[in-house]
């Protein structure tokens, strides 16, 4: 049992200790911060590597629709005036309307007379403007078997009967071959997704702990100040002639130095006991018997000496030893910095 009966006041060893336990919480953060940097690097990587993944397939259809949307624009007015004027269209135009028709307003049409009135002024925007979200995978698996599976429903075949429904059937093929592309690439969009938000969470979690280390730092830069004003302050105060000093100025010196040795050493006897060996030692201070300075520090010191040394009497039987260790003048940081000086 080592009993460490520093001399100075209860503030003073209140703010040390948590200097020291915020430090020590600091250093452990530090160490989070050092495994969570190392986390967000590895699933940023990951989540990189998939999005480049997603981007490659998704390019291989993406140049295609673009290319078909342009030939849609280019359309002009007056070819889609000339198909709507048509009576009796050829059989690929008027499955080329049914099936671009569906897929934009989601309506099917049993004749080419509802196909012709159902043709909006707007039309071609439209098609441009079209919602990918809106082809799902049972609209595109219905116009793929309804419609695309058919060799003679393509652009070349059915552009000679149209300049208007040309464009459109290349459309409809770039859609579908975008639209498969990202159904085949969606467990990795999930992936992506949630990669993303468990890198936004790990980003919070790496902020907070910023915050928290900045905070625990400026308290014990705080604490190191605050100490340093109370070091020198108990200086000044040991430096006065008892007479001039309050009384609590003893009892916070004689409390945290001879009463708490006494007390653990009153806890800790019994154990030994037991085991009938053991060893106390009390940190103190002693010069030889001369007088250390000040009544109250010498008072205390030589109380710690004093109970060494009856304790020592009253165990030497059991076999438990109690001695007063006396290391002399400490060289710790918040020493030096109260006492100004690097060494």
Same mark, same amino acid.
């Given at each position: %049992?080592?009993?460490?009966?520093?001399?100075? $006041?209860?503030?003073?060893?209140?703010?040390?200790?948590?200097?020291?336990?915020?430090?020590?919480?600091?250093?452990?953060?530090?160490?989070?911060?050092?495994?969570?940097?190392?986390?967000?690097?590895?699933?940023?990587?990951?989540?990189?590597?998939?999005?480049?993944?997603?981007?490659?397939?998704?390019?291989?259809?993406?140049?295609?629709?673009?290319?078909?949307?342009?030939?849609?624009?280019?359309?002009? @007015?007056?070819?889609?005036?000339?198909?709507?004027?048509?009576?009796?269209?050829?059989?690929?135009?008027?499955?080329?309307?049914?099936?671009?028709?569906?897929?934009?307003?989601?309506?099917?049409?049993?004749?080419?007379?509802?196909?012709?009135?159902?043709?909006?002024?707007?039309?071609?925007?439209?098609?441009?403007?079209?919602? %990918?979200?809106?082809?799902?995978?049972?609209?595109?698996?219905? &116009?793929?078997?309804?419609?695309?599976?058919?060799?003679?429903?393509?652009?070349?075949?059915?552009?000679?009967?149209?300049?208007?429904?040309?464009?459109?059937?290349?459309?409809?093929?770039?859609?579908?071959?975008?639209?498969?592309?990202?159904?085949?690439?969606?467990?990795?969009?999930?992936?992506?997704?949630?990669?993303?938000?468990?890198?936004?969470?790990?980003?919070?979690?790496?902020?907070?702990?910023?915050?928290? &280390?900045?905070?625990?730092?400026?308290?014990?830069?705080?604490?190191?100040?605050?100490?340093?004003?109370?070091?020198?302050?108990?200086?000044?105060?040991?430096?006065?002639?008892?007479?001039?000093?309050?009384?609590?100025?003893?009892?916070?010196?004689?409390?945290?130095?001879?009463?708490?040795?006494?007390?653990?050493?009153?806890?800790?006897?019994? &154990?030994?006991?037991?085991?009938?060996?053991?060893? &106390?030692? $009390?940190?103190?201070?002693?010069?030889?018997?001369?007088?250390?300075?000040?009544?109250?520090?010498?008072?205390?010191? $030589?109380?710690?000496?004093?109970?060494?040394?009856?304790?020592?009497?009253?165990? @030497?039987?059991?076999?438990?030893?109690?001695?007063?260790?006396?290391?002399?003048?400490?060289?710790?940081?918040?020493?030096?910095?109260?006492?100004?000086?690097?060494?």
């Amino acid at each position: %049992l080592v009993n460490n009966a520093w001399g100075g $006041n209860e503030q003073e060893i209140k703010r040390l200790r948590q200097m020291v336990d915020d430090r020590r919480r600091a250093e452990q953060e530090k160490r989070e911060i050092e495994a969570l940097t190392a986390r967000i690097d590895k699933q940023n990587a990951e989540l990189d590597e998939q999005r480049r993944q997603v981007q490659a397939e998704l390019s291989k259809a993406q140049p295609a629709l673009e290319a078909a949307r342009v030939a849609v624009s280019a359309v002009d @007015r007056k070819y889609l005036d000339e198909l709507k004027a048509l009576s009796s269209p050829p059989d690929g135009v008027r499955r080329t309307m049914e099936c671009v028709l569906y897929v934009v307003y989601q309506k099917k049409f049993r004749d080419w007379a509802a196909v012709r009135r159902e043709i909006p002024q707007h039309f071609i925007v439209d098609v441009i403007n079209f919602n %990918l979200e809106k082809y799902t995978p049972k609209l595109r698996k219905y &116009i793929q078997d309804n419609y695309l599976k058919d060799d003679k429903f393509n652009e070349k075949v059915i552009n000679k009967s149209s300049k208007a429904a040309g464009p459109l059937v290349a459309w409809v093929r770039a859609l579908s071959e975008y639209a498969a592309v990202q159904e085949r690439t969606q467990p990795l969009r999930a992936k992506v997704l949630e990669l993303e938000k468990a890198s936004a969470k790990l980003a919070a979690e790496y902020g907070k702990l910023q915050q928290s &280390i900045t905070a625990l730092e400026d308290s014990i830069a705080g604490y190191k100040t605050a100490y340093s004003h109370l070091f020198t302050e108990s200086r000044m105060i040991k430096s006065a002639p008892f007479w001039e000093l309050p009384i609590q100025h003893w009892e916070d010196m004689f409390a945290a130095g001879v009463r708490a040795s006494l007390l653990s050493s009153q806890y800790a006897v019994p &154990i030994m006991l037991r085991q009938r060996s053991g060893l &106390i030692v $009390n940190t103190s201070f002693y010069d030889r018997g001369r007088y250390a300075g000040h009544l109250f520090y010498d008072l205390a010191k $030589n109380a710690l000496n004093r109970l060494a040394f009856g304790m020592a009497q009253d165990l @030497r039987a059991y076999g438990v030893t109690a001695v007063s260790l006396v290391p002399g003048f400490l060289r710790t940081e918040l020493v030096l910095q109260a006492l100004q000086i690097q060494e």
